[in-house]
């Protein structure tokens, strides 16, 4: 039977066990999305035990990013940031992919110099926007123009290319959450009436481009992808999600990527609830490479969904804030630490490195 424990091969990437670091953003970045070196990096060598880490969510460029003290991987400042943060996770017997991250309509104008945020048509997101000088209102997008799309293309070439000098293993394209990817693809957000709008084939073209263009860039071996398929998430959802997914995720079997990441949302949570059923079934008959799902899952969860097939590997989130060495307490049977929300964004190493191992706990 799989087990949480066993090794895996994501694509080019040899992973010691199924245990993935999800994505989480946690700040700790300053100036123009400088990663904070020294904090990052002690950071994410703590949680080297996982069998892939997939860091935080990363601005390819200025306009896709909107998020306070959020790293960036688009100029040579950061670049060189990143590059301590890689070693550590390395020298920690790790695997480290960055996450690259464009937010689409859920950046607020005052990111971008008082202009539009773009997205796939004029829309305006939900609720408030966190912005350096605290919340205000998110304002109307307007549509990526036709002309746009290659040099939006070109945006995701360079920041793999950044990530990969940087001593990352790979990369995973964020296409989650409503943010930028998200907003094409679904219905509920997606007004066009051009090549990247109305019907399914239409809407996930820019997810298939932007795919093969990272696999055209670092290798389809070390190329991944984050999907959302199931609910709303800020402001975007989708008609006939099991209809929308499964050829999103037939486009990434075609091109061959190394895993296909799915934060699915349940009917209890900390992070989004929903009802809609799952589509992970229905994506597993048609995506056959190996498939890591997130949300909520405990030991008990995991075990079963690996021990059925539906996934190959599972993914933690906040699981892994408070709990560092997490793949030891799970295999252990330990009690896991809870987080405090208080302190995820704070700036400093509060709620970030502080948190002790278990082993540390036990011989204090």
């Known amino acids: 039977m799989t087990s949480l424990f066993d090794p895996i091969e994501f694509g080019a990437i040899h992973a010691k066990n199924r245990i993935v670091m999800a994505p989480?953003?946690?700040?700790?970045?300053?100036?123009?999305?400088?990663?904070?070196?020294?904090?990052?990096?002690?950071?994410?060598?703590?949680?080297?035990?996982?069998?892939?880490?997939?860091?935080?969510?990363?601005?390819?460029?200025?306009?896709?990013?909107?998020?306070?003290?959020?790293?960036?991987?688009?100029?040579?400042?950061?670049?060189?940031?990143?590059?301590?943060?890689?070693?550590?996770?390395?020298?920690?017997?790790?695997?480290?992919?960055?996450?690259?991250?464009?937010?689409?309509?859920?950046?607020?104008?005052?990111?971008?110099?008082?202009?539009?945020?773009?997205?796939?048509?004029a829309t305006t997101a939900p609720g408030d926007a966190h912005t350096p000088t605290g919340k205000k209102p998110y304002e109307q997008a307007r549509p990526l123009r036709l002309d746009e799309i290659p040099r939006l293309i070109g945006d995701y070439i360079h920041a793999a290319k950044n990530a990969i000098a940087a001593g990352f293993d790979g990369v995973q394209l964020h296409s989650a959450n409503g943010y930028l990817i998200d907003q094409f693809l679904r219905d509920g957000s997606n007004f066009r009436e051009d090549d990247y709008g109305g019907p399914i084939q239409n809407r996930i073209r820019l997810l298939r481009e932007v795919t093969q263009a990272l696999a055209d860039t670092v290798g389809a071996g070390r190329t991944s992808v984050r999907l959302s398929p199931n609910g709303e998430t800020q402001g975007v959802d989708d008609s006939n999600p099991v209809a929308l997914f499964t050829a999103a995720a037939a486009a990434l079997q075609d091109i061959g990527i190394s895993f296909l990441e799915l934060r699915e949302q349940k009917t209890f949570g900390s992070f989004g609830t929903t009802d809609v059923p799952r589509v992970s079934p229905d994506i597993r008959k048609v995506f056959k490479a190996p498939l890591v799902l997130n949300q909520e899952y405990t030991l008990e969860t995991a075990t079963a969904d690996l021990e059925s097939g539906l996934a190959d590997a599972i993914s933690f989130g906040r699981k892994f804030i408070s709990n560092p060495d997490l793949p030891a307490r799970l295999a252990k049977g330990v009690e896991l630490a809870p987080d405090n929300f208080r302190t995820w964004y704070s700036p400093g190493p509060e709620g970030y490195t502080d948190y002790p191992t278990y082993d540390a706990l036990v011989d204090a």
């Open 24 to 121: 989480l953003t946690r700040g700790r970045s300053e100036g123009v999305h400088v990663p904070i070196s020294a904090l990052k990096a002690e950071y994410y060598a703590q949680r080297a035990g996982a069998g892939l880490i997939i860091a935080e969510a990363t601005g390819i460029s200025q306009e896709g990013s909107g998020w306070p003290a959020a790293p960036g991987i688009w100029s040579a400042e950061q670049v060189e940031a990143w590059k301590p943060v890689t070693e550590a996770v390395h020298k920690a017997d790790g695997k480290i992919i960055l996450q690259l991250w464009h937010m689409g309509r859920l950046v607020h104008p005052d990111f971008l110099g008082g202009a539009q945020p773009v997205s796939a048509s």
